[in-house]
């Protein structure tokens, strides 16, 4: 009979409503409210979003600057910079070249500021540039050198007979062609459970055929056996989906790009389970020989009925 173990740190409390812990991406399924912002907050926010987004950001924030100062300096007096036009829009857009023109350093020469007022604006506004500029490159560089998983789960965990049991699996591979060295994975079943008219999660290591391998050059398939040591022992096969239970994954590996080791998280809900289902092979040889690598392919599955 399966023990349990300690709570990994998810909690013990539990609801009958209760969602998934993790979602599919890795992330916690967690709301959190009256949270406190803090710069440090901002900087993990700006290397995790995606490249579209950081640059939608940075030309938001360089348009955002460069405009305040267009109206400080319109607003003062543009002539002090250049010739009016007596069109309130012209004069706003000279400003604003002015203003990306000093906060970038660049300095045509055409226009100049004239007055220890807009002296002063000129040469704050260079040196927020300088600091603004000094920012990004370090989020560049945060961004670049962050170490990102690149490991991809098949969409649906299936329940097939292998080695006469029943067996639950699923599938990942390496999004990248960088080979993933000694990949290990822990697996922890959670059971949300009613008892004494509460709901509690339960938790289970789950025993798998193999928790490491050396390389992962193509896709690896991790099998947990339904024997008499495995929590889902006591269940039978066809109410398997019906548990309210959720796998919890976490996979650690060496990567050669970043030099260092990379974890990835990620889950399966047992109400996806798919029975009497196997995987399509994701790999194949071509007429040289060479190992053909579908990734297309990974969550394919047939079914194992009447075979």
């Known amino acids: 009979m399966a023990k349990t173990i300690k709570d990994p740190g998810i909690g013990l409390s539990s609801n009958e409503r209760a969602q998934r812990f993790i979602n599919p991406d890795g992330s916690f399924n967690i709301k959190h409210i009256n949270r406190k912002t803090s710069v440090s907050r901002s900087y993990n926010y700006l290397i995790s979003i995606t490249w579209t987004e950081f640059f939608c950001w940075v030309f938001l924030g360089y348009v955002l600057i460069n405009s305040v100062f267009a109206l400080v300096y319109t607003s003062i007096g543009i002539s002090a910079i250049a010739e009016p036009t007596g069109n309130a829009f012209r004069d706003f857009l000279k400003g604003f070249f002015f203003s ?9 020469g055409a226009m100049a500021p004239k007055g220890i007022i807009f002296g002063v ?46 067996c639950l699996m ?27 008219d509460k709901y509690i999660n339960n938790f289970y290591n789950l025993d798998l055929e ?32 019906n548990l309210n239970g959720e796998i919890l994954i976490l996979v650690s590996y060496y990567d050669e790009s970043f030099a260092q080791e990379v974890h990835q998280i990620h889950s399966y809900i047992l109400q996806n389970l798919k029975l009497d289902t196997t995987f399509v092979p994701a790999f194949n040889y071509d007429e040289d020989g060479y190992t053909i690598l579908d990734h297309s392919k990974l969550s394919n599955t047939v079914s194992t009925k009447n075979k």
């Open 100 to 108: 990306a023109q000093t906060i970038t350093t660049v300095g045509y």
């Open 121 to 166: 604006i000129s040469s704050l506004q260079a040196l927020i540039g300088l600091l603004s500029f000094s920012f990004i490159t370090g989020l560049l560089y945060g961004r670049f050198s962050k170490p990102r998983p690149s490991i991809e789960f098949s969409e649906v965990m299936v329940l097939r007979t292998h080695n006469k049991k029943d």
């Open 170 to 196: 699923f599938r990942l591979m390496g999004k990248t062609t960088n080979v993933m060295i000694t990949p290990r994975i822990k697996a922890t079943l959670s059971l949300s459970q009613k008892k004494n």
């Open 210 to 241: 193999r928790n490491e391998i050396t390389y992962l050059p193509t896709t690896w398939t991790i099998v947990h056996p339904i024997d008499t040591s495995s929590p889902l022992a006591e269940f039978d096969r066809d109410t398997l989906p």
